[in-house]
C-alpha cells in the first residue's frame, strides 16, 4: 500500500464535483487536481473533463456532481486495534484523527509517541496524531514531560476519559503548558459526582433504578478550570460538552475574550437519554446522554459558534465489556463511521448551512490543534472526501467497518454517505456495492 | 563608586535585612568598602582588629556550608569573636519560640546576628527583639542580600560597571531568595534584568518588579551581559512544578547551545551549590574564560567582612546618632502574595 511518489506519480482530476471548503467558504462546481501526494490545484475552473486548466496526461475522475471536500479531521478517539481504526475512519470519510493517550503502553513517554506515529504511518489510511497525557500515567499526580512529549510530536495534551481532579494539579499544567503553548484538553467531569454515576441523573435514571450523574458534574469541572485557566493564561479546551449548563459557562467566558475552546461529539446533539431505553449499553456513555433540553443546547451552542468543533469520541468496546449489566458495562460507542452522517442531520435539520457543518469537523479542529489538514491547499497533502449528503442509509452496526460494533447510533437512518476517501493522493476507501 | 574617604562612610542602616529599599548609593558603599578587603583576602596575613573585642553570633535556622563558613572567616579575619549555632530546625518553632530565641540571646550582648530561616520575613521579625545589628543570611524564599551583593561585585570587578548591563537570571526564580535580592539590587544600580524559566516557576505578578520574563531560553539570554543559574531544588518535582529533571536540563540547562545566544563574552555565574547536568551542564561550569561561580566565592568573604565592618561601626556611633530603623525596605508594609 505505499504511495506512487516522485515523477512517475500520475496526475489525477477529479472534476465535475461539488467543491467544498469549509476555510475558504467555497460552494461551487470545480474540481482538483491531485500530484502524487499533494494538491495540485484546485477549483471551479478545473470543473469540466476538458477543462483549459487540466493538463493532458492527468487521469479523471468523474464526480457526477456528489461534493468534494477536505477530508475529514476528527480531534478525538480512542485507538484500540489500530488497524481497524484507521480502516473505520477512511470509511466514514476522515483522513485525520488524533488519538487519546489511554493506549497501553500510555503514551507519557517520547518512545511512545513515536511509536503510536510509525505504526500509524504504516497502515498508509487515515493518519493518526497523538495527545501526550497531562500527568504521568493519567494518574493525575505527576506531570508528563510535556515539552518533550511535544517535541516528539504530541498535538496537545489530555488524561483521556479521566479528568484532572486535583486542582493545584491543573492549575500547575495549565501554567507548565503554556511555557511551551500547549494546549490542555479537559474530561469536564468532576469525579467525585459522578462515582458508580451509570447514567444522566434523572426521571430516566430514577425509573431504571441506575445512579445518575448530575449535569453538575460538568459545569463545576468546567467553572473550576475556566478559572484557572484565567489565573494561569493557561490554554484550555474542555472535550465533549453536554450540557445546557457547561455550554453556558463556556459561551461566558467566551464573551469575557477567555482564550478557550470546547467541542462536543455527535451523540450529544442527535441523542438523549432516552436512547439508554431498556438498559441498552450501546447507549452507555462517558460523558452520558443528557435530558432532552440539553440536547437542545449542545445544538444551540453548535449554532451559536460557542462549541468550536465535533469530535467523533471514537470509543471501541469488545462485545464483553458491553453484554454486562449497566452498572457494570464498559461506556463509550464507536463512532467514526458515523461522523459525517450523523452530523450532517444538523444540515438537513436546519440548523446548520452544509460548509458550517462540514468546517466543524475539518478546518475548525485542525485549526484548533495546528494540524495541516482540513482544508483544500496547493501544496497540501491530498487528502478528500467525496459524499452524497442526500443518500439515505440505515446505520448497522454489525456492517459497519472495523472491529468493535458498539455504536450508539444502531438502527438509525441517516442521511449522507461517503462514496470515495482519499489519502495523500490515494483513494483508500470506496464503499462496497 | 566612589572609593577614598572610607573612614568617613557611613552606612546608614542599623542591620542588613534586604536590598529592597537601599538607594545606589547605599549600594555602592557596600561594594567600595568590599573591593578594599578583596586584596586583604589575597595578602598572607589577612587579619585586622577591626572586630577586636565583638562579638558575632552565626544564627542557621537552616542547613548552610559556604554562607555559614563565609561569614566565620570575615569575622575571624576582622578580628572578632564568632559563635556558630546551628539550630536543628525541627526543634525550631515560629512565632514565640523564634523570639525567645532572640530573647535569650539578646541577653548575652551579641554584636552582630547573622540570622538564615526557612520562612520568609523571620529575619525581621528577629532583629525587632534584639539590640545588636542583624545580617539577613537568608529568608525564605525572601532575600538574601550579602548574596546580591557580593554577585554586583563580581561583576562590577570584571565588566566595570553594572548600570546599562542585562542579566538573565535563569531558574527556580519562585522560591528563590538570591534572584529576588539580585533583582532589586540590579534594577537598583541600573541594569537591566531579564527572568527565564517555565512558567510555574514565575512568580505571579513579577513583571511588576521591573523585570523582563522569558519562558524560552535562548530568547531570553539573547545579548545579555550575564547569565545567572540558579540552583534547581530537586524536592520541585514532587510539587508538579516541573515533569522531570530530563525535561527541565533539555530546555532550561545552561549549555554551550543556548549560551551561543548571550554576547560572546556573558559571564556565567552561579549561588551554588551546582546541580552538576540539571541547571548546568559541566563543562560551562567549568569554563574558566566564562565561569565566575568560584570568584563568587571570594568575593563573598570580602562583602561579609565589609558588612560587618560598616554594622559595627555604626554600632560605635551611638544609638542615638544612627537611625533606629531597619533598611527602609523592611518596614514598609509588604504584598505577600506567592502564587503560581
Known amino acids: 500500500m505505499s504511495p506512487r511518489k516522485g515523477k512517475s506519480a500520475v496526475r489525477t482530476a477529479y472534476v465535475n464535483a461539488?467543491?467544498?471548503?469549509?476555510?475558504?467558504?467555497?460552494?461551487?462546481?470545480?474540481?482538483?487536481?491531485?500530484?502524487?501526494?499533494?494538491?495540485?490545484?484546485?477549483?471551479?475552473?478545473?470543473?469540466?473533463?476538458?477543462?483549459?486548466?487540466?493538463?493532458?496526461?492527468?487521469?479523471?475522475?468523474?464526480?457526477?456532481?456528489?461534493?468534494?471536500?477536505?477530508?475529514?479531521?476528527?480531534?478525538?478517539?480512542?485507538?484500540?486495534?489500530?488497524?481497524?481504526?484507521?480502516?473505520?475512519?477512511?470509511?466514514?470519510?476522515?483522513?485525520?484523527?488524533?488519538?487519546?493517550?489511554?493506549?497501553?503502553?500510555?503514551?507519557?513517554?517520547?518512545?511512545?509517541?513515536?511509536?503510536?506515529?510509525?505504526?500509524?504511518?504504516?497502515?498508509?489510511?487515515?493518519?493518526?496524531?497523538?495527545?501526550?497525557?497531562?500527568?504521568?500515567?493519567?494518574?493525575?499526580?505527576?506531570?508528563?514531560?510535556?515539552?518533550?512529549?511535544?517535541?516528539?510530536?504530541?498535538?496537545?495534551?489530555?488524561?483521556?476519559?479521566?479528568?484532572?481532579?486535583?486542582?493545584?494539579?491543573?492549575?500547575?499544567?495549565?501554567?507548565?503548558?503554556s511555557t511551551f503553548g500547549l494546549m490542555i484538553v479537559q474530561h469536564p467531569e468532576e469525579p467525585s459526582l459522578a462515582a458508580n454515576g451509570a447514567m444522566n441523573a434523572g426521571e430516566t435514571a430514577t425509573r431504571l433504578a441506575l445512579v445518575g450523574i448530575p449535569t453538575e458534574a460538568e459545569v463545576i469541572m468546567i467553572e473550576r478550570d475556566l478559572r484557572l485557566a484565567a489565573l494561569t493564561g493557561g490554554r484550555l479546551h474542555i472535550a465533549h460538552l453536554s450540557t445546557d449548563a457547561g455550554i453556558e459557562a463556556m459561551r461566558q467566558a467566551k464573551k469575557r475574550g477567555l482564550n478557550v475552546s470546547c467541542d462536543t461529539a455527535p451523540p450529544y446533539f442527535a441523542l438523549n437519554e432516552n436512547a439508554v431505553g431498556d438498559y441498552r449499553t450501546f447507549a452507555k456513555l462517558s460523558p452520558p446522554l443528557r435530558a432532552e433540553d440539553d440536547r437542545k443546547a449542545v445544538v444551540e451552542g453548535l449554532r451559536d459558534g460557542t462549541i468550536d468543533a465535533i469530535a467523533s469520541d471514537h470509543t471501541p468496546r469488545d462485545e464483553e465489556s458491553k453484554r454486562l449489566p449497566f452498572a457494570q458495562a464498559a461506556p463509550g460507542g464507536i463512532g467514526l463511521n458515523t461522523l459525517l452522517a450523523v452530523s450532517l442531520e444538523l444540515y438537513h435539520n436546519g440548523h446548520l448551512g452544509l460548509l458550517d457543518v462540514l468546517r466543524l469537523v475539518t478546518s475548525a479542529p485542525a485549526g484548533l490543534l495546528g494540524l495541516r489538514a482540513g482544508r483544500l491547499e496547493k501544496g497540501a497533502p491530498a487528502d478528500l472526501v467525496l459524499f452524497d449528503p442526500d443518500a439515505a442509509w440505515k446505520v448497522d452496526a454489525d456492517r459497519l467497518i472495523g472491529k468493535a460494533k458498539n455504536s450508539p447510533f444502531d438502527g438509525r437512518p441517516v442521511q449522507g454517505r461517503v462514496l470515495m476517501t482519499v489519502v495523500d493522493g490515494r483513494p483508500v476507501y470506496r464503499p462496497q456495492a | 563608586m566612589t572609593q577614598g574617604g572610607m573612614d568617613n562612610v557611613h552606612f546608614p542602616h542599623r542591620h542588613l535585612l534586604g536590598i529592597e529599599g537601599l538607594s545606589p548609593e547605599e549600594i555602592s558603599i557596600l561594594l567600595d568598602r568590599s573591593e578594599s578587603y578583596v586584596e586583604q583576602n589575597r595578602r598572607a596575613d589577612k587579619t585586622t582588629r577591626i572586630l577586636h573585642g565583638r562579638t558575632v553570633i552565626n544564627l542557621f535556622f537552616e542547613e548552610s556550608t559556604r554562607t555559614r563558613t563565609s561569614f566565620e572567616l570575615a569575622a575571624k579575619r576582622l578580628g572578632g569573636d564568632l559563635i556558630n549555632m546551628a539550630v536543628a530546625t525541627s526543634s525550631v518553632k515560629k512565632g514565640e519560640t523564634l523570639i525567645d530565641t532572640a530573647m535569650t540571646l539578646n541577653a548575652m550582648h551579641p554584636d552582630v546576628l547573622v540570622v538564615r530561616h526557612p520562612d520568609s520575613g523571620a529575619v525581621q521579625l528577629l532583629s525587632e527583639k534584639v539590640n545588636c545589628a542583624v545580617i539577613n543570611g537568608g529568608d525564605g524564599s525572601h532575600e538574601h542580600p550579602t548574596q546580591a551583593l557580593l554577585d554586583a561585585l563580581t561583576i562590577r570587578r570584571r565588566l566595570g560597571r553594572l548600570s546599562g548591563l542585562l542579566v538573565a537570571i535563569c531558574g527556580d526564580i519562585l522560591h528563590s531568595r538570591v534572584a529576588r535580592s539580585n533583582i532589586h539590587l540590579l534594577n537598583t544600580?541600573?541594569?537591566?534584568?531579564?527572568?527565564?524559566?517555565?512558567?510555574?516557576?514565575?512568580?505571579?505578578?513579577?513583571?511588576?518588579?521591573?523585570?523582563?520574563?522569558?519562558?524560552?531560553?535562548?530568547?531570553?539570554?539573547?545579548?545579555?551581559?550575564?547569565?545567572?543559574?540558579?540552583?534547581?531544588?530537586?524536592?520541585r518535582m514532587a510539587g508538579n512544578f516541573l515533569p522531570s529533571i530530563r525535561e527541565y536540563f533539555h530546555f532550561f540547562g545552561l549549555d554551550y547551545e543556548k549560551l551561543a545566544n548571550a554576547k560572546p563574552d556573558a559571564l556565567i555565574m552561579h549561588p551554588g551549590p551546582m546541580n552538576r547536568g540539571v541547571e548546568i551542564d559541566t563543562e560551562v561550569a567549568d569554563d574558566v574564560g566564562r565561569s565566575v561561580i568560584r570568584e563568587q566565592v571570594e568575593m563573598g568573604v570580602a562583602v561579609r567582612m565589609a558588612v560587618l565592618e560598616l554594622l559595627t561601626d555604626n554600632l560605635d556611633r551611638g544609638r542615638t546618632a544612627v537611625p533606629k530603623a531597619t533598611a527602609p525596605a523592611n518596614n514598609k508594609p509588604k504584598k505577600k502574595k506567592v502564587r503560581r
Do not use: W
Open chain 1, 18 to 177: 461539488r467543491l467544498l471548503d469549509p476555510a475558504s467558504r467555497l460552494d461551487d462546481m470545480g474540481g482538483v487536481l491531485i500530484d502524487g501526494e499533494t494538491i495540485a490545484d484546485f477549483g471551479p475552473h478545473l470543473a469540466k473533463e476538458r477543462g483549459r486548466g487540466l493538463p493532458k496526461d492527468s487521469r479523471v475522475v468523474d464526480c457526477q456532481s456528489k461534493c468534494l471536500a477536505p477530508g475529514l479531521v476528527d480531534m478525538r478517539m480512542e485507538i484500540g486495534d489500530l488497524g481497524a481504526a484507521v480502516r473505520a475512519a477512511v470509511s466514514g470519510g476522515v483522513t485525520s484523527m488524533v488519538c487519546l493517550p489511554n493506549t497501553h503502553p500510555v503514551i507519557d513517554d517520547m518512545s511512545v509517541v513515536e511509536f503510536v506515529a510509525r505504526r500509524a504511518r504504516k497502515q498508509g489510511l487515515a493518519k493518526v496524531y497523538p495527545y501526550g497525557a497531562i500527568t504521568k500515567g493519567l494518574k493525575g499526580q505527576e506531570l508528563a514531560e510535556l515539552g518533550l512529549l511535544a517535541e516528539a510530536g504530541a498535538v496537545a495534551f489530555t488524561d483521556g476519559t479521566s479528568a484532572v481532579a486535583d486542582a493545584q494539579v491543573m492549575r500547575r499544567a495549565l501554567s507548565y503548558a
Open chain 2, 189 to 235: 544600580m541600573g541594569a537591566r534584568v531579564r527572568l527565564i524559566a517555565p512558567k510555574t516557576l514565575i512568580p505571579f505578578e513579577v513583571e511588576r518588579m521591573g523585570v523582563e520574563v522569558f519562558h524560552d531560553m535562548a530568547a531570553g539570554i539573547k545579548d545579555c551581559d550575564i547569565v545567572m543559574m540558579l540552583r534547581l531544588q530537586q524536592e
